[in-house]
């Protein structure tokens, strides 16, 4: 069935649905991994966009829900060049397209992805519809009028979340370290972040975005991490977020922010964001750590940055920051637990928890 996407500078890509058919507006941004396309989908930052991958062939090893980040789809819509109709990987349950169906995302196929992916890269992100009639001017109208707001609380967890490490009998492991507990603040978390924990000895409990700093130190947290999330950091809606993060820093409880972690804690600490012209997603940007000059190959997924004149970390490609180290506390744009991608940084956990470690020993 043809689809079209309509930009909000009037042009016009005409494919086909696979997937849902219907229509989904959001924000057009591109992804570059090769792989991690489940990853990709089931990412809480997505939420609003409409993910545009560049690599032409996806969905060759199928669905398999044990690779999910999260238990939903947050994104609007999905674009690919060819959906693979027979995967084959021995962890595959069912293709693609199947999975977009059950989940009610609309996706579009058969377009020429890499010349928009050149018209983002040129223009910068902006917004789209993907639809089944030709465009009108009332379509081009609404799509530059849509807007994703109050984002991080869509996406956030509701309750209160205990996890320990689990060991079998094979193992030589000792499991979870009583004193190891980690307040994990949900703001559109990946799983991989608490996994790493866990992988770690560590006890997580998973906190709503909105929780009191009050009952996070109720569980006497041996450090805080600041997860992943979407939209814009300067979100009107995220003002008490910020807040919070303050009054937990200032308790001298070490804090680890990853991604909109990051930019939040940059900005509880008096920092500005801006909004990047086409963002930073995929597995392959190069990170540089500026103490050592050593370069990381890192997975990332955000459209804006910190502006700061020092980082501990900086993009490589267009020398935005990466990275903020306050002492006790610092904070990455990228993802050390990739998921997916490469585990170049995963070190940065290790890291936080000897920070952990030095402010437990007083």
Known sequence: MTAHLILENGMTFTGEFFGAVGEAIGEVVFATGMTGYLETLTDPSYHGQIILQTF?????YGVIPADFESARVAATAYIVKQPCENPSNFRSEYNLDTFLKERGIVGLCGIDTRALARVIRGEGVMNGKIT????????????????IKNAVAVVSRRDILREEAMTTEDETSTGTTPDRRIALIDFGAKRGIAHAL??????VWSFPHDTP????????????????????????????????????????IPLFGICLGHQLLAMANGYKTRKLKF?????????????SGRVYITSQ???????ADESAFINVNDFSCEGLDYGRSF?????PEAKGGPLDTAFLFDE??????AYAAG
């Open 56 to 60: 032409p062939l996806i969905g060759n």
């Open 132 to 147: 089944t009639a030709p465009p009108t001017e009332t379509d081009i109208a609404a799509v530059k009028a849509h807007t």
């Open 198 to 203: 866990l992988e770690r000895g560590c006890a």
């Open 213 to 252: 700093p009050e009952d996070i130190l109720k569980i006497k947290p041996f450090g805080i991490l600041l997860t992943n999330g979407p939209a814009d950091p300067a979100d009107p809606a995220n003002e008490n977020i910020i807040k919070n993060i303050r009054a937990l820093q200032q308790t001298g």
């Open 279 to 291: 963002g930073h997603r995929g597995h392959n940007q190069p990170v540089r750590d500026v103490a």
């Open 301 to 307: 997924n955000h459209g804006y940055t910190v502006v």
């Open 331 to 335: 904070s990455v744009q990228f993802h």
């Open 352 to 357: 936080f928890l000897r920070r952990c470690d």
